[in-house]
């Protein structure tokens, strides 16, 4: 037992090495590749703080944890948001994508701290609010992808054109059934 604590200092040096070994052979190998990391992982700039924060938030035991919860899982959320629309080139999904980060972010942070912390009470008050969020999440997502198209498909793509012609063919047919109609009164 005695030789542990100048065996971990020894370990953590060993480990701490490697990883450095590691990030820097992966950075080379990008760099010889020209693999642009950057452009795609930017928003673990955003997820690696919101996932620290919440972190720290599920350690303490006072009432700034649950808030310090919160705040990390709203960052996470939107990091993980940022690194979706990133990958998929999905950045107008930010019209409906806002649900999940408030509420969705508050609803999760209420449920991790309820969890961590045995607190049945959060976790029921965070699940509705998570329910609440995914919602208005669906209903967007509906309304913006299916019945518009923002992203170029869905109803907005094909039905919203074909609806106009078809109401442009009632609107022609109109017209001309009143035209065939004999002007004046029936006698």
């Known amino acids: ?28 190998f990008a ?6 990391l950057g452009a795609i992982f930017w928003p673990w700039f955003v997820i690696v703080p919101g996932i620290l924060l919440l972190v720290w938030g599920l350690s303490l ?15 996470t959320v939107v990091g993980l948001v940022l690194f979706y629309q990133q990958l998929f080139d999905q950045f107008q999904s930010w019209a409906y994508a806002w649900a999940l980060v408030a509420p969705g972010g508050v609803g999760l942070g209420h449920v991790l701290y309820g969890v961590f912390h045995n607190d049945q009470a959060l976790v029921r008050t965070g699940s509705r609010i998570l329910g609440i969020a995914a919602a208005i999440f669906v209903g967007g ?11 170029g498909y869905g109803l907005g793509f094909w039905a919203w054109p074909l609806l106009l012609i078809v109401a442009g063919m009632a609107v022609v047919g109109l017209g001309l059934w009143r035209n065939s109609r004999p002007e004046g009164p029936p006698q």
């Open 141 to 151: 997502l509906i309304f913006f992808e299916v019945i518009i198209g923002i992203s």
């Open 61 to 75: 035991q006072s009432g700034s944890g649950l808030g310090l919860s919160i705040a990390g899982s709203i960052v």
């Open 1 to 28: 037992m005695g030789n542990q604590p100048h065996n971990m200092p020894q370990r953590n040096l060993w480990v701490s090495g490697i990883v450095l070994m590691v990030l820097g052979a992966l950075w080379l």
């Open 31 to 36: 760099q010889v590749f020209d693999l642009q």
